[in-house]
């Protein structure tokens, strides 16, 4: 498949997806849809993959650079009247689809949000493990005062995140948040400055490629599951997941690591 919404590359176990159409602020379309949705599938369970960081690029224009994670759909198509009922309804699918794989991807996945990330922006972020953002950029949800409505899963992942209240505050008014008032706020983990953004991502991304895949992927699969099961049924299911680690090479490099004293060594088996 060629890419020409998005640029991607592996840098020592680590997934760089780049949303590329920084001529629209990375607003995005049904291809880039596409495209992000075939290379989570192609590399879900890729080994030498460990961990996924998606970003977006920067647009240059009159010599100046500005930065973009994304603005959202693309409105300009959107209004151009072009798409049927049925056309509609299939572009959310896939924008849904986008965000479920996001969610379900079994390894750790970081939104580094480097510019203004609105609506479907915004909503991908979230179906991440993790947003970092870059102190400048900013995070909203304007589809209220739009007239359309928020998607890929926001108003369950939201309230989770900040509280009831707070989800509401941000998905009633629009309310634009910086890096900074993001981490406040309870959305984002870190924030740093531009200058050194993408090395902190990095150093971060790497620091949870360095864990046990197998583990790593079940630590996610609870995690997001728990909150729906009552607490007999998370225990048993953490029974069988500490089992299915002990059964593995990882378990014993781990143990051997440790009474070593020697950084280990994981190759997910």
Not at 7 to 15: R, S
């Amino acid at each position: 498949m060629n890419y020409s919404t998005i640029k991607y590359e592996i840098q020592d176990g680590i997934l760089v997806l780049r949303l590329n159409r920084p001529d629209r602020m990375n607003a995005v379309n049904e291809e880039m849809y596409a495209e992000l949705t075939h290379l989570l599938e192609k590399y879900r369970e890729d080994n030498k993959v460990r961990a996924v960081i998606l970003t977006g690029s920067v647009r240059i224009k009159d010599g100046v650079e500005k930065q973009a994670f994304c603005a959202g759909a693309d409105l300009k198509k959107h209004s151009s009247g072009e798409r049927t009922h049925a056309q509609k309804r299939k572009y959310i699918e896939l924008a849904h689809e986008t965000t479920r794989l996001l969610y379900r991807f079994p390894k750790p996945v970081i939104a580094a949000v480097n510019g203004p990330a609105r609506g479907a922006g915004a909503e991908m972020a979230f179906a991440c493990d993790f947003i970092l953002m870059a102190e400048e950029a900013t995070i909203a949800f304007p589809e209220i005062g739009l007239g359309t409505f928020v998607g890929g899963g926001v108003t369950r992942h939201l309230p989770r995140a900040v509280g009831l209240m707070k989800a509401k505050e941000l998905i009633y008014t629009g309310r634009v948040l910086d890096g900074r008032a993001a981490v406040d706020f309870g959305i984002a983990l870190y924030a740093y400055p531009m200058e050194v953004f993408m090395g902190r991502v990095m150093e971060f991304a790497a620091g949870l490629a360095s864990k046990a895949p197998i583990s790593l992927a079940m630590a996610k699969k609870h995690l997001q599951q728990s909150s729906l099961l009552d607490l007999e049924t998370v225990l048993q299911l953490e029974t069988d997941a500490i089992l299915d680690c002990m059964n593995t090479e990882d378990w014993q490099e781990g143990i051997d690591a440790f009474t070593e004293k020697r950084n280990p060594v994981y190759r997910g088996r």
